[in-house]
């Protein structure tokens, strides 16, 4: 099955550094992704739509200064937090889908810590 | 808009039924139903794209009824390994690929 692969699975900061996320369709191309974020016990909140090629979309109250999103090719979006803060710490996942309105595939998540 | 799921936890023992809910205000083109473990990505159970459309999967099955802008889980005979948070995310006809995900159910299930 296809498979979504994420990297880091887990990072820890200190406050004012910048963290970069990737994600990477493994086995099929993805001209879009999309990032959530996802806080202990609570649902998955989408934060933005990757388009390959073009810029992302973003979620009503993301800040997109903060949160940069690159999809540089068609198998990879990279999300960088910019000069996290505590109160980024959080999952972040990233998803995929091979063709428009099939299921996802999850990446499986980073956990970001800032310090 | 999110969609409300209902229940918010269950707890079971196995071999128990439960149903999970999830309404929306909106009317709805496909809901998905994804089932994740503590720390680790959300699983894909299914995907219905049609009113009126009911899947099954060995002991997990689903129902949507479009009028009704709601869709079911059923999971029958459960087991230990159907613990974990279940979300449905709802999609809008008309609208991007992306996804709305309810709040979860958390499903506990007891030998």
């Known amino acids: 099955g296809a498979v979504v692969s994420q990297h880091p699975s887990r990072v820890i900061c200190k406050s004012g550094t910048s963290v970069k996320i990737e994600c990477r369709s493994l086995d099929f191309q993805a001209t879009t992704m999309f990032w959530y974020r996802q806080f202990p016990k609570q649902s998955l909140m989408l934060m933005a739509t990757?388009?390959?090629?073009?810029?992302?979309?973003?979620e009503q109250g993301v800040e997109k200064d903060k949160f940069l999103i690159n999809h540089a090719s068609l198998t990879l979006s990279t999300l960088t937090v910019t000069s996290a803060h505590p109160e980024d710490s959080s999952f972040y996942i990233c998803s995929a889908n091979r063709v428009p309105n099939e299921k996802l595939f999850f990446g499986s998540g980073t956990q970001l810590s800032v310090l | 808009q999110q969609p409300v799921q209902s229940p918010q936890a269950v707890i079971l023992r196995e071999g128990e039924d439960a149903v999970i809910n999830c309404s929306s205000s909106k009317a709805l083109y496909s809901v998905h139903w994804y089932r994740q473990k503590h720390g680790e990505a959300p699983v894909f159970l299914m995907i219905?794209?049609?009113?009126?459309e009911q899947k099954g999967h060995e002991k997990i099955s689903a129902s949507f009824n479009e009028k009704k802008q709601q869709s079911s889980l059923y999971l029958t005979a459960s087991q230990l390994s159907y613990s974990g948070t279940y979300f449905c995310?709802?999609?809008?006809?008309?609208?991007?690929?992306?996804?709305?995900f309810g709040k979860g159910t958390k499903l506990t299930v007891n030998p």
């Open positions: 990757s388009n390959e090629g073009s810029k992302a979309t973003y």
């Open positions: 219905l794209l049609k009113g009126g």
């Open positions: 995310g709802t999609g809008a006809q008309g609208g991007s690929e992306k996804l709305v």
